[in-house]
């Protein structure tokens, strides 16, 4: 299993951006995918997951009303829509695809996953 994820970059506070997560050597369907993000000195902390069934939305109150989780099965493809940034959202984004032992209890915990992408690093600046 491979996860690419794309579609960082530099945005003003209050603008958008759409980052993917193109899976390979797996569905995008067949297990739940999740959105993790890492500031410079902090520890990486989940922030979105949608899950295999039925396509439940996940989402930390930091992001909640601003970040929409979506996926794609024709393209293979997760996504996650940020508007409203701000920028305390600037850190490296990764996305990571479920573990067999995975349940959505635990969709925040790191160890719910096992792939991960390489992350793509968006920054929030004026």
């Known amino acids: 299993v491979q996860l690419q994820a794309s579609g960082g970059g530099l945005v003003q506070p209050g603008g958008s951006l759409r980052l993917s997560c193109a899976a390979s050597g797996l569905g995008i369907n067949e297990r739940a995918i999740a959105w993790f993000r890492q500031a410079p000195g902090r520890e990486r902390e989940a922030i979105s997951c949608?899950?295999?069934?039925?396509?439940?939305?996940y989402y930390a109150n930091s992001v909640r009303g601003r970040f929409t989780v979506s996926r794609d099965s024709a393209k293979n493809t997760a996504y996650l829509q940020m508007n409203s940034l701000k920028p305390e959202d600037t850190a490296t984004y990764y996305c990571?695809?479920?573990?067999?032992?995975?349940?959505?209890?635990?969709?925040?915990?790191?160890?719910?996953?096992?792939?991960w992408g390489q992350g793509t690093l968006v920054t929030v600046s004026s």
């Open positions: 949608i899950s295999s069934e039925r396509d439940n939305k």
């Open positions: 990571a695809s479920s573990s067999d032992r995975f349940t959505i209890w635990r969709w925040a915990s790191e160890s719910s996953y096992a792939s």
